[in-house]
T-cell receptor
């Protein structure tokens, strides 16, 4: 079992809906990440939070809005998504945001946009 | 831009066969290198990592990888695979200088199927 918990595991939403993905870790890590993984593709970095500040935004469309309320929690707010946004969304954490840290991944939230 | 290539997309082996999965990266500076594994229905897990020192690194479950700087490669090996090694394997790279945010770039992945 992973120590990074993501909810929900599955989400189906319409293009006009507003929903959120949640991620939680209790390892005392200070960096948290959102990755997007399409079928048969590698995970692609979306956002990095380091010490609760957004440090990387990989030119992600504004219909995806991350939030880091505290060092243990990471949310991804979804609004007006497109069907091509359907994917597995992975959350990860690491001890800090430095380059050598191991990333610990959650099991992902599988999103389907109708 | 930094990129990671895994040339074997799908590998099928019989149990006890030896495994070598290729990984090449394009960045010329100092790098940190990782292999992650994703077993069916499970989360991504770290197999092993290289930061510096001995270019031959050993990981969990009998896996090892060798960093060859001149070839920009970090190939994964296991002398004798088991059915339980069936999984998808991702090579990943990030820049190895201090102060940089952990921007981990993944290769395209290799799906390994081990037949009993």
């Amino acid at each position: 079992d992973t120590e990074v918990t993501q909810t929900p595991k599955h989400l189906v939403m319409g293009m006009t809906n507003k929903k959120s993905l949640k991620c939680e870790q209790h390892m005392g890590h200070r960096a948290m990440y959102w990755y997007k993984q399409k079928a048969k593709k590698p995970p692609e970095l979306m956002f990095v939070y380091s010490y609760e500040k957004l440090s990387i935004n990989e030119s992600v469309p504004s219909r995806f809005s991350p939030e880091c309320p505290n060092s243990s929690l990471l949310n991804l707010h979804l609004h007006a998504l497109q069907p091509e946004d359907s994917a597995l969304y992975l959350c990860a954490s690491s001890q800090d945001g430095g380059p050598g840290g191991e990333l610990f991944f959650g099991e992902g939230s599988r999103l389907t946009v109708l | 831009a930094q990129s990671v290539s895994q040339h074997n997309h799908h590998v099928i082996l019989s149990e006890a066969a030896s495994l070598e999965l290729g990984c090449n990266y394009s960045y010329g500076g100092t790098v940190n290198l990782f292999w992650y594994v994703q077993y069916p229905g499970q989360h991504l897990q770290l197999l092993l990592k290289y930061f510096s020192g001995d270019p031959l690194v050993k990981g969990i479950k009998g896996f090892e990888a060798e960093f060859i700087k001149s070839k920009f490669s970090f190939n994964l090996r296991k002398p004798s695979v088991q059915w339980s090694d069936t999984a998808e394997y991702f090579c990943a790279v990030n820049r190895g200088y201090g102060g940089a945010t952990n921007k981990l770039i993944f290769g395209t992945g290799t799906l390994l199927a081990v037949q009993p």
